[in-house]
């Protein structure tokens, strides 16, 4: 079945480190979003990209769609960057429609 | 633009009752979405709408019901609640499927606790 598969499940960073969270997925996609979800729970948006490479600020993300899979570079890590990262992908198969990960819980000490 | 709002925050339900979540959005999106997310779990899919009138089951949709009769608002309801919908409810819009249209924009979310 459609998968999507987020590693590693656990990450802990020293402030100043750089990490690269890895997303999975099963099948073509028609969009790849990564999120942030804060320790007080609200998700926020980091990228939409179904394919290619972006950049912003300390972060940037790259999308290999025919290789199925998208990388979340997160570099001088500070402790507000902790928290759960997910990737949510929409399949052709499935227009409308948003498969989550299980997320990538990120904890940076100071 | 208040964006994706959801009342209530909070609830707390004895099983068996019902009540409904709600869901507004001001961005003029067509899609919206209902997730839940358990401890430790991603989102996951429960309804799903691509327009007004328009209704379609995503991965968990028992023991809920959605209607979608304005762009504006998508409520959810439990009609019987069971402690296994103890959850965080969140609600998503978007504008569309093509190229940047897709960005999903989440609410802050509902902690539905059932006793």
């Known amino acids: 079945g459609i998968q999507v598969e987020q590693s590693p499940p656990d990450l802990i960073l020293q402030e100043g480190a750089n990490s690269t969270l890895r997303c999975n997925f099963s099948d073509s996609v028609n969009n790849l979003q990564w999120f942030h979800q804060n320790p007080w729970g609200q998700l926020i948006n980091l990228f939409y990209i179904p394919s290619g490479t972006k950049q912003n600020g300390r972060l940037s993300a790259t999308t290999v769609a025919t290789e199925r899979y998208s990388l979340l570079y997160i570099s001088s890590s500070q402790t507000t960057d902790s928290g759960v990262y997910f990737c949510?992908?929409?399949?052709?198969?499935?227009?409308?429609?948003?498969?989550f990960g299980d997320g990538t819980t990120l904890t940076v000490k100071p | 633009n208040a964006g994706v709002t959801q009342t209530p925050k909070f609830q707390v339900l004895k099983t068996g009752q019902s009540m409904t979540l709600q869901c507004a959005q001001d961005m003029n999106h067509e899609y919206m979405s209902w997730y839940r997310q358990d401890p430790g779990m991603g989102l996951r899919l429960i309804h799903y709408s691509v327009g007004a009138g328009i209704t379609d089951q995503g991965e968990v949709p028992n023991g809920y019901n959605v209607s979608r009769s304005t762009t504006e608002d998508f409520p959810l309801r439990l009609l019987s609640a069971a402690p296994s919908q103890t959850s965080v409810y969140f609600c998503a819009s978007r504008r569309g499927t093509s190229g940047s249209r897709d960005t999903q924009y989440f609410g802050p979310g509902t902690r539905l606790t059932v006793l």
């Open positions: 949510a992908v929409g399949f052709n198969t499935n227009a409308g429609k948003s498969t």
